[in-house]
């Protein structure tokens, strides 16, 4: 027979292990870094934002299996935005209610655009929008902290380029919307600065680009150069109606196209395309962080592209800002570290802000679609 004592017993200890296990459980949730992500990972942009994704989970996997930051797993959770601010804006807010210590890696100049006031609301930080757009830089939103450089900047060094190899005769393209808007300006800069205007300028609809009525007038100025200033699908669909029509312009993009899922779009045409970089070329071992993320990238099966580069570097900056946030990081303790991080090596390439300045890097460079169907510079 089973004497009082002993059932007290069972029972005491069945009450510790539960207590224990709810303990566990309780450390095990706050042992984790939680970091949220809106962006398209269906729809139009579909194809790089799920390579830069991936690049930056390629960096986060190994922080978290070599221990995370202080101790910390860290955890991304995707939601998909199929490219539509509104939705984008829904995400945002979902995520940051639920818990999260920073929004990271979105996609899209108007979608960043209305997710920004939730930032400041909630004072929470965004790290390494995937938009180069000037008004995401200035004015400094201290909230808001950018990695790549500025869609102007690459599409004023696209027109100079063109300028260089002995094109006269440019023609634009672009989205009609705040992205396209504010690329705009750097091709006109660039224009400026040799002396030369657009010999046609057309705009199409984001929601619905339609590229039938627009070859036509573009052809008839006869462009030795055409620079599309859009997002994924619409643009390999707008290439696709020039070469149709017979065209041979060459034909420029911005680095919000730089991922193999572009080129795979443009299929026969992709042969010659230019296309905007921000970030070192990705197989030059030159540069410590291409070496590190091509090894990283090898060691798990993965092609490493600009746009994963781009994901790989943003997921590192924004752990350092995790690191120097202390043992405990807040939303407000990750953006002030993040704002001190005034010289950050990346490998090779320096990421700096200051309360002046949320920029974080200055590199453009450009790269050619070659018979083979990578980017080469």
Not at 71 to 81: A, F, K, R
Not at 129 to 143: D, Q
Not at 241 to 268: E, H, M, P, Y
Not at 363 to 371: F, G, T
């Amino acid at each position: 027979m089973t004497s009082f004592r002993q059932v007290a017993q069972r029972l005491l200890l069945a009450a510790t292990a539960t207590t224990l296990a709810i303990g566990l459980a309780a450390t095990a949730a706050q042992a984790q870094i939680t970091i949220g992500q809106t962006a398209g990972h269906t729809g139009q942009v579909a194809a790089s934002v799920g390579e830069a994704t991936r690049g930056a989970k390629l960096y986060l996997d190994i922080v978290n299996a070599a221990g995370g930051v202080n101790g910390q797993q860290i955890n991304l959770v995707s939601l998909d935005d199929k490219f539509d601010p509104k939705i984008a804006v829904t995400n945002a807010k979902q995520l940051i209610d639920q818990g999260v210590i920073a929004l990271f890696l979105n996609r899209g100049t108007p979608h960043t655009q209305a997710i920004m006031p939730l930032l400041t609301e909630h004072k929470v930080p965004l790290v390494g929008p995937s938009t180069g757009a000037m008004v995401l830089h200035k004015p400094v939103h201290p909230w808001l902290f950018n990695v790549r450089a500025t869609y102007q900047r690459e599409a004023e060094r696209a027109i100079e380029h063109l300028s260089l190899i002995g094109m006269e005769r440019i023609a634009i393209v672009q989205v009609d919307d705040s992205f396209g808007d504010d690329a705009v300006q750097g091709a006109m800069a660039g224009l400026t600065k040799t002396n030369k205007k657009p010999v046609a300028h057309e705009k199409y609809d984001r929601a619905k680009p339609d590229f039938g009525p627009i070859v036509p007038k573009l052809l008839a100025k006869q462009p030795q150069a055409v620079l599309f200033i859009g997002s994924g699908t619409a643009v390999v669909a707008g290439m696709k109606a020039v070469r149709a029509a017979g065209s041979t312009a060459q034909l420029v993009t911005l680095s919000n196209n730089a991922s193999a899922g572009f080129i795979k779009d443009l299929g026969d045409i992709a042969y010659g395309v230019i296309v905007s970089q921000v970030f070192p070329y990705e197989r030059s071992i030159a540069k410590p962080i291409i070496k590190e993320a091509l090894e990283a990238a090898r060691n798990a099966g993965l092609e490493l592209t600009p746009t994963v580069v781009e994901g790989y570097v943003s997921a590192k900056v924004l752990v350092e800002g995790l690191k120097r946030a202390g043992k405990q990081p807040t939303r407000q303790s990750l953006r002030d570290a993040m704002e001190n991080m005034v010289r950050f090596d990346v490998g090779g390439i320096e990421v700096g802000y200051n309360a002046k300045d949320h920029s974080g890097l200055d590199y453009v460079d450009l790269a050619i679609i070659d018979q083979s169907g990578k980017f080469r510079r």
